[in-house]
């Protein structure tokens, strides 16, 4: 049954939560509803179970809307799983799951069938709750917890499984636990999930579709790779994040950027030699002391090419997996003839690549400042017979400056910086 | 150690739907045997029995036995004041502890009882009026429990209303209001009891919660409501389960926490002033009662309900016994054993729920 929510708005007194909010969750859907910090999610979801009173606008399952529902049917259409459930009262889990079936009891004067007894024991079985179906709830641990709460919500058989942020009180195996649960539920049994979500990545890796909310409206809906961009993010949070793709699932996932301090930029040119991903930290070091910073020649997809990217330092790339050109390797030395300082990454050296350490030796005979940045005990780079270190070391003898680490650069090029 | 990862002898048994019923059925059973003991026990102490300390007449069992099932001549003894007596007892231990049950469910506290939050108090102040008015000559021995039962449902919808903030009940807050309006609406007996003079003596015996007032007339007058009332209670246990969890778990479960507070509190005051009608308020029924009920059966009301409700009568049936016998041959109010049981045991529920929260 689809769940649309059309037009809706809400208001507590005189301050609007919802404005206009247009939703579509389809049968069987993963959805995620995402926001900061009061933009309105739970109240959304509270208007979904009709716990709040809808004023504007129209919610409907199924095409019917919510007002024909008595409040049995809505507790049979949706089953909430809330952030916590703590209750002083000695309940037992079983008690507690029980309590899903009173939208199903036929009559006050009947009391739990035999059917409600199997359904709960289905449901404690799927939530692997069994074991402690005797024990007293309120002794559980969070993970539990929650584990029976989606229990109830499961003895419950809703059409449509509503989750308040439900993993925002659990450690990381309870939140991956509670989230795979609800992922091989939604799978398994086609039970649609409509879940608030405080974890970008979680959310990123679990949902279908995600519903992005920032003040009370809706800001962008869609695949989580088409909503949460660095863009988006940037204007609902207001921070800087790095985006990327989980190499084995594919799902984006989001990184907060460290923000920059804010520095005076004195424009001396620094340039960067590096290659599988060892000229990260550097770069972003360079580019926080203030200095303009550009790197080559590096891989298209190589890691430090993405960093120049995120950083937008202009990068001399070559194709993936190909040998650095005549060209780019060309275009590297000019941006060194440009820069007062070189600096090169202990990167890993293969015949593609050695045209860098050569671009290293150019800059020496350009008269430029070389520093190497190798710590004592860096691993053998040198996948080129020994030539790599050989180079290195002319590079040494021929004045260029080591140190064992990024951050024992500065107070050499601060030194002669003036 | 026991293995957690294999079903045990009591978790096979929860998912027996049958098996549960039974074990629901014996506790309700054991409960009803203890209750009718009791009863008979109650009957056969006093004055004039068998048993109990400094009896001026003492009776052979035989003799007793033979008085109340036969026709001796104290036969009448037995019948008219003893009977009553327990049944009155027995009634009221009920409604008492049954609408604490249903308070600690409104207020999601287990300190919340009819005469913590202050019904019992306005009961107290309906009665009294009715009573230092003389209506009962006037209007019949039904002037007392209606005019106990207004004042109480007032003060009952005034800590609602007190403890509200637009609409919305908060526990904390009610609990507060509660307290409270019992202490305001307390002076007022006692104010009106001062003015009372000539009828100091009785007055105070009523105020301070006692059942010497029992007759049959009065116990066919409360019988009705408070199995009303109880019945009413036991009905909406699933829903009083989820209320417990929170009103927003109670609505996402299909029940009206709305409604289901609002009707508990009116039932609650119902059964209150039921028992506070005749015989003064007894305090801390409705707290010990539900609370050592629920330790042992657990917090689902359709067991906790009955459980409640048959151990109240059983606890006031004997707390009345012991007010009749400890000071023989006169009698303590009744509402001093259970003010004296009630009061440090809601000192240990505060320590322990302070303590729980530091945790």
Known sequence: MTLSVRALSFSFGETQVLKNINLEVQPGEFFGIMGPNGSGKTTLLRCITRYLPIEDGMIAVGGRPLEDFSAEAIARTFAVVPQNSATDFPFRVFDIVMMGRIPHAGSRLSGETKDDVEIVRQALERTDALRFSSRVFSELSGGEKQRVIIARAIAQKPKVLLLDEPTVYLDISGQIETMDLIKKLNREEGITVVAVLHDVNLAARYCDRIALLSGGTLEASGAPSDVLTPETIRSVYGIDVLVRKDPMTEAVFVMPRPAAPSIRRHGTRAHVISGGGTGGRLMKFLHDQGFSVSTGVVNVLDDDYVIANDLHIPVVAEIPFSQISDDAHAENVRLIGESALVIVSSFPVGPGNFKNLEAARAALSLGKRVFIVRSKNTPGIDFVGGKADEMVSGLIASGAAVVADVSDLLPLLTDRRG | ?359
């Open chain 2, 1 to 359: 150690m026991r293995d957690l990862s294999r079903p045990t002898g009591s978790e096979s048994e929860a998912f027996d739907a049958h098996r549960m019923k039974t074990r629901r059925l014996l506790v309700v059973g054991v409960l009803l045997g203890i209750l009718v003991l009791t009863a008979f026990v109650a009957i056969l102490v006093g004055t004039l029995g068998p048993i109990g300390p400094g009896v001026p007449v003492r009776i052979s069992f035989s003799e007793a036995l033979r008085a109340i099932f036969g026709s001796s001549g104290y036969h009448w003894v037995f019948w008219n004041i003893r009977l009553p007596r327990v049944l009155l007892a027995g009634l009221v231990g009920a409604a008492l502890a049954c609408s604490g049950t249903a308070m600690q469910a409104v207020f999601r506290n287990s300190m919340a009882d009819p005469f913590v939050i202050g019904i019992s108090s306005g009961g107290a102040v309906g009665a009294s009026v009715a009573g230092l008015l003389g209506l009962s000559a006037t209007m019949g021995m039904l002037a007392q429990p209606m005019f106990a039962f207004m004042a109480a449902a007032m003060a009952a919808f005034g800590v609602y209303l007190l403890g509200s903030v637009r609409g919305k009940v908060y526990p904390e807050s009610l609990l507060l209001s509660g307290v409270a309006v019992a202490a305001f609406l307390g002076a007022i007996v006692s104010f009106l009891i001062y003015f009372a003079r000539q009828e100091y003596h009785q007055l105070i015996f009523w105020l301070l919660g006692s059942l010497t007032l029992a007759n049959w007339e009065v116990v066919e007058i409360l019988a009705v409501p408070v199995i009303a009332g109880t019945l009413f209670i036991f009905l909406y246990g699933r829903d009083l389960d989820a209320l417990l969890l929170g009103e927003e778990t109670a609505h996402n479960l299909g029940a009206n926490p709305e409604f289901l507070k609002k009707a508990m509190l009116f039932v609650g005051a119902m059964l209150a002033a039921s028992a506070v009608a005749f015989t003064g308020v007894i305090g801390f029924v409705g707290l010990i009662i539900p609370h050592i009920s629920r330790l042992v059966v657990g917090s689902n009301h359709r067991i906790l309900v009955p459980a409640a409700t048959l151990s109240g009568a059983i606890f006031l049936i004997g707390a009345d016994t012991l007010a009749r016998t400890v000071v023989a041959p006169t009698e303590l109010p009744v509402g001093i054993i259970t003010a004296l049981c009630g009061g440090p045991f809601f000192l240990y529920l505060l320590r322990k729920n302070s303590m729980g929260r530091e945790r």
